[in-house]
Each structure stands twice: as structure tokens, then as C-alpha cells.
DNA sequence: TATTAGCAATCCCCCCGTATGAGTGCTAAA
DNA sequence: TTTAGCACTCATACGGGGGGATTGCTAATA
């Protein structure tokens, strides 16, 4: 990830020179020529000397000629200064902001959320948008609920962070009666309602030594189906939330061919990849960049990932971003990964700030 | 979306010839001309004979060609004939079967067991495949539950068809305590549960008029809130669920351009057109086939749809197929398409028949 | 009448050569 | 250090000429 070397020194004009470079190539995706570059410039120099600068650029790793009498081209590590240094980032205008600001309204529930704000950032860059599922380490039980099925199985549906219903089946050791399943729901919500539910199961676990008398049927009950409770589910959710996959559909002009976005949708589906890019954003700061192939994964090549955390009271809980060709209009992707990431965090935090509200009624 | 005319009386010779022709093109996608018919068939003709039998199927709509010197090609029409008539069923072997069946065990919930359905039919087939959500005009109440949020705001978590989790937040008129609530979801537990829902508001209303002199506060919370239970919520879920869309980039390749594509991915996104087609299918019996044009779509043009109905419990409840070229191979497709809509319908009223058991303990 | 062989005509596709134009690198002058 | 000039490279577009495949037509054949 990090350079091979670090950027050598470059002087003012070389770098300005990069900069309109790279923005006019992702203007119009033409390799930008000498001629072209001394017309958009403001320096005032000739052909010439600016093919002398370009030579140089190319020389230090910056630039490429895809061949001989074509203009040039950002490599990633061209890509990697300009963003790094060079990009002048747009604010977002107001009225977009507003107009993002109204769709993610906190009254959604969390999928809501999460799925507007991909779209939201699909429809807004036309690339595509990806949020992934905040994750909590700290989860809630707020209420919990047993239903005996057929046979041994037991529907379990969970509350958890106030607003978050979770069900799924466990398979129990022994037919528990409706009764009993009943009796050890009304235990569990009296008792630990409001605890974290990491911690649940050995504190379970406590209680039973503690009040080893009253070890009835009652407490056998409860932690026989509780421990089952938290398994992973094995068709678990996905764990992240995509929109504007046509978008992709752009990548599908000249040379990059149909194949590389056929791989493209296949690791889209996988997901493992995704995921573990994500990730790495989760303990970073603020705006983070994946240029093509720096991401290390060969599909991932003439890609970019733009992605920010985004938190719920001053927590990062997750990760949201665009994915889209490496030539994308990053001075707009940030600003808008950036505000987008802000506004979700908002949202999310008026919603936890429902479980304060709660209590103090 | 019936034929314009009756097909004209095709002799035998003709029939065959056209299945030829349609099986090769589907086969390896290139035109097919008088000579290589001569040698595919066993008829033993000339390719001059050939030739003039391919010029009526022509005049009559059933084949084209692209230019003078190229070979033919089916129409839609010529499709149609194929599907409706000519073309032999491949019976899907064994242990794909077996491997279906495998996948789709019924103790899946029902999201789980429709996207399976969705896997199947997109890696089986190598195309696109889909799934309508299993709609059923009678859902039966098991259990539901009150939790209070702030303000005037309930959780409300429905159980139907005893395994069937559904959960959203509703506005009620005052602020209802958590003993309210809790007496109003007791009291629907032991009144209305297995009732039909879409009957619950009515039974209730007449309840209530009945014992008009019971009309208390619990009453009146019970049916404030029950009634405002049912009404749509506002992020309802997606209709259907789809997989293998990077298979429809097989589309993408010669004069088909990239533009079609985009559409018909924006077609997905949006998905009222979809929707439209599949409902068609819901009233109609065994296997539906839409051939290009006739959908009436012009997206959909050099695209086919093969759907059929599933059902649970005899009673049809959804449909799922597969969409992907015109030009595919439809005997496969077919009984593909086929068996997984009866594993699914099998998968499904097994569920079904949990129901059962549990009123017989 | 149905089938076939023969044949000219059509048209796509591939290849090749050429012209064009954009852009480069080099060199020498300012 | 900058610039102008120039030869050179190379992608692209254009046009013409085979080659190949297939057709429709006509006339002969069974």
C-alpha cells in the first residue's frame, strides 16, 4: 500500500502541470497531449518546454503514454499525488446537501438508512454506491420473544437497540412447551433488559452458579434456549448494501473489454474482496482512497474506491463509499462520501438518541 | 401478445427444418445457411431444395436474414413456432436434481429458500435468474407484540404463518404506556390468533360494537393500534429477488451494444416492468414463455423470459424463471425452470405443514 | 411436379496500402 | 531555460481488391 519510494521532490510547475493534466483526463478521458495542456494552462509556456515536464513526470512514474504519438495518461501513482496533494475538493452545492439531508430521515429504521444512503450516493456521483451494515460492539437486548415450532425448534425474535428486530430458529435439545418458553422470555426481559448482549451468556452462566438451589426447570430453560440464541445465523445478511451497480456499465468502453467487468460482478457477488477493503476503513480517520491497483486485487485494476466511516455518537460503526472507474470526478466523490458519511452518522445517532429519550421518560 | 395470424399450415419437412436451424443458431449464435443444414439433417436433400424451403419459412415470417449472403436466422416468430412445438424437452439429469433438491431443505425461512430458488436457476442455467416473493392471500396472525418507543411511536412485531417475522414502527394518536401495549398484544394473542389478518380489522371493529359496554381503554388502545398495524409500510421490501445478473452480459457482445444493456439493467432497477410480466404468469398453468418483441417491451427485444408458476399447497403463490438472450438453449432452460418451481413449491408447503403439526401437539 | 446442379450476383469480412493527423523526442537557436 | 523547427512514430480512417459464403434464378433431371 504505502509508495515504493517516496514522491521525489517536484517542483511547483511540474505539479500544477499534473494537476490540469489529470483533471482534464478525467474530463474527457483522452490522453491530454502538450499542445492541449499549454492551451489550458495558465502559465503561458510552449509545447516544448511543457513536453520537457511531461517527459520528466513519465520518467518518475507519474504519467504513461499509452503509445508513441498519444498524449499521456495518470498511472495510479499520478492518481495517488493528485489526490494526495493536488485535487481542489468542491464543496458540495446546498441544495444537494439539503436534498440528501431530507431523504435520510432518522425515523427510518436502520436498513432504511442504509439502503437510502446507498442510493443516495449511487444516484448522486452515477457510480456505484455501497454502505456497509454498522456494527455494533455494543448491542442492547431490549426484548426478547420465544415461539415454539413443530418439534424441537424454537422461533426467537430479538429487539435489540431498541428498534432493531432480529429473528431467526434455533434447534433445542429437548420440546420445550409454549409455557416454558414463556416463563423463560419474561425472565430473560425482566432480568436483562438493557444489558449487552456479548455479555449475556456468561452472566447467564453466573447466575445459575450463584443460585445453584434454585436451579429449577424454569433456569434450564432459559439457558438452554438462550445460549442457542446467539449463534450466527447461517443464512446471515449481507453485510453490506450495494445501489448503481449499471453505473458500472461506463468501465465497459474501449480496451478494458467485457471480461474485467464480468470479474467485476463476480467479486461483487462474492463480496469477500469488497469486505475486506471496507474494513481497512474502519480505523481510519477520515476520507480514504483506493486507487486501482494499489488495492493489491487484479480486478480491482482501472477502479477506484472513495470511502469514509461513518459513526453513531462519535463511534465508527461502519463504512460507506462509491466504487467507480479510477478516472472519476474525485474533487465531487469526496465531498459527497464526505457528507453523505456525516449526514448517515446524524441520522443514526438521532435514532440511538431515542434510547435516551426513553429512559428518562 | 397472441400471434397476428394462425401459423400457416407448415408440412412436416418445413417444421423439421426450422428446428434444425433453430437448434444450430442457438447452438453457436452464427447464421445458418442451405449448406449446413443440408449436412446437419438427416433428410438428405440438396442445399438448393433446402434453399427454397427456407425461402418460404422466410416469407412467412419465421426466419430473416441479416444480409444477401449471410445464412438465416430465427424471427421471434420462428422462436415462438420452436417453443410451442418443435423442440424436444431435455429431461434435467439426475443429479442436478439431486443437487436442487439438496439446497433447497424447507427448514429455510422463506427469504432464504427464495433466494436459494434465485441461485439455483442463475448458476444452473448460466443466466439471469428471478424469483417473485411468494404472495399469499391468506396470512394467518400468530403473535404479536407492542414495545413502546418515544413519543407516539410503537414497535410492532407481527408473526404470520408461524414462522414469518415482520417488524415496523407505527404512529399512534396519544403515548401509550408499556403495561397499555402489553394488555392490548395479550389480548390480540388470545382472541385473534390464527385468525386471517386481512379480516383482524374488521372482527375487531365488530367487537368492539358488540360489547359496547366493555369499551374501555383497552379496547380502545387495542384497536387504535391494530389498526394502524397493517397499513403498507413505506420501505416495503423488493417484490422479487433476482441473481446472476452478470450473466446478461453475455449480452453485451457484438451489435447488441452496451446501450441495450444499460437499459435493461435500469429496467431491474426500476422493476415495474418485471413485475408486470410476471404477474401474466401467475394465472397461467404450466411453463410461460415471453419471446423478445412480444413482450411489448422494447428493452426486453433479444431477450426472453421463461416462467413458471409455484404454489404452495396446490394453490399458486408466486412465479420464478429465468431471463437471458432470445437465443438461449430452451430445452435446458425449460425443465430447469420447471423442476425448480416444483422443488420450490415442495420446499415451501412443507413449511407449510409445520402449521399443522403444531395444532395436532 | 419436386428436386437438383450450375452459375452469376451479392455482400460481409479481412487484408493491405496509403493518407492524415496528433504528438513526441531531439537539436539547435534565442 | 525556453523555444522553434523538424523528423519520426503510431493510431485511425479511408479505399480498393481478393476470398468466402450464401443466395436466387434458371434449366435440366427424375
Same mark, same amino acid.
Given at each position: ?30 490522453p491530454v497531449g502538450s499542445r492541449t495542456l499549454a ?29 508513441? +504519438? #498519444?498524449?499521456?495518461?495518470?498511472? @495510479?501513482?499520478? !492518481?495517488?499525488?493528485? =489526490?494526495?496533494?493536488?485535487?481542489? $475538493?468542491?464543496? /458540495? ?83 420445550? +412447551? #409454549?409455557?416454558?418458553?414463556?416463563? @423463560?422470555?419474561? !425472565?430473560?426481559?425482566? =432480568?436483562?433488559?438493557?444489558?449487552? $448482549?456479548?455479555? /449475556? ?97 487484479? =480486478? ?62
Amino acid at each position: 500500500m504505502s509508495l515504493q519510494n517516496n514522491h521525489p521532490p517536484l517542483n511547483e510547475r511540474s505539479q500544477h502541470l499534473l494537476k490540469v493534466l489529470v483533471e482534464r483526463y478525467i474530463r474527457d478521458g483522452q490522453p491530454v497531449g502538450s499542445r492541449t495542456l499549454a492551451e489550458e494552462t495558465v502559465l503561458n509556456l510552449s509545447p516544448a518546454t511543457i513536453r520537457h515536464v511531461l517527459a520528466d513526470l513519465e520518467e518518475h512514474g507519474y504519467l504513461l503514454s499509452p503509445h508513441t +504519438s #498519444a498524449g499521456r495518461v495518470p498511472t @495510479a501513482r499520478g !492518481y495517488r499525488l493528485f =489526490v494526495d496533494g493536488l485535487l481542489t $475538493v468542491k464543496p /458540495l452545492d446546498d441544495s444537494t446537501v439539503k436534498q440528501c439531508q431530507q431523504q435520510l430521515k432518522p425515523d427510518l429504521n436502520v436498513q432504511g438508512l442504509v439502503s437510502t444512503a446507498s442510493n443516495l450516493l449511487s444516484d448522486v456521483t452515477r457510480l456505484t454506491g455501497l454502505v456497509m451494515l454498522p456494527r455494533r460492539d455494543h448491542v442492547t437486548l431490549r426484548h426478547v420473544e420465544f415461539l415454539p415450532l413443530n418439534d424441537n425448534r424454537v422461533l426467537v425474535i430479538l429487539v435489540l437497540n431498541e428498534q432493531e428486530v432480529q429473528n431467526r430458529i434455533i434447534y433445542t435439545d429437548r420440546v420445550y +412447551s #409454549a409455557a416454558e418458553l414463556q416463563q @423463560a422470555a419474561n !425472565y430473560l426481559n425482566e =432480568v436483562y433488559a438493557g444489558c449487552d $448482549v456479548s455479555q /449475556l451468556r456468561t452472566q447467564l452462566l453466573q447466575a445459575m452458579q450463584n443460585d445453584r438451589e434454585h436451579l429449577n426447570n424454569l433456569m434450564q430453560a432459559t439457558v438452554d434456549v438462550a445460549s442457542k440464541m446467539f449463534d450466527k445465523p447461517k443464512n446471515s445478511a449481507p453485510d453490506y448494501v450495494m445501489a448503481g451497480q449499471e453505473n458500472l456499465l461506463d468501465l465497459a468502453d474501449g480496451a478494458t473489454g467485457i471480461n474485467r467487468l464480468r470479474q467485476l460482478f463476480a467479486t461483487f457477488t462474492q463480496k469477500r474482496d469488497i469486505l475486506y477493503l471496507l474494513d481497512q476503513c474502519l480505523n481510519a480517520e477520515g476520507i480514504q482512497i483506493f486507487i486501482g491497483e494499489e488495492a493489491g486485487y487484479e =480486478v480491482m485494476d482501472e477502479c477506484s474506491l472513495v470511502a469514509a466511516p461513518y459513526s453513531v455518537e462519535g463511534k465508527v460503526v461502519g463504512v460507506l463509499g462509491v466504487i467507480g472507474p479510477t478516472r472519476m470526478p474525485y474533487e465531487r466523490v469526496i465531498s459527497i462520501v464526505d457528507v453523505t458519511a456525516k449526514l448517515l452518522s446524524v441520522a443514526l445517532s438521532q435514532k440511538g438518541s431515542d434510547l435516551d429519550l426513553l429512559h428518562d421518560k
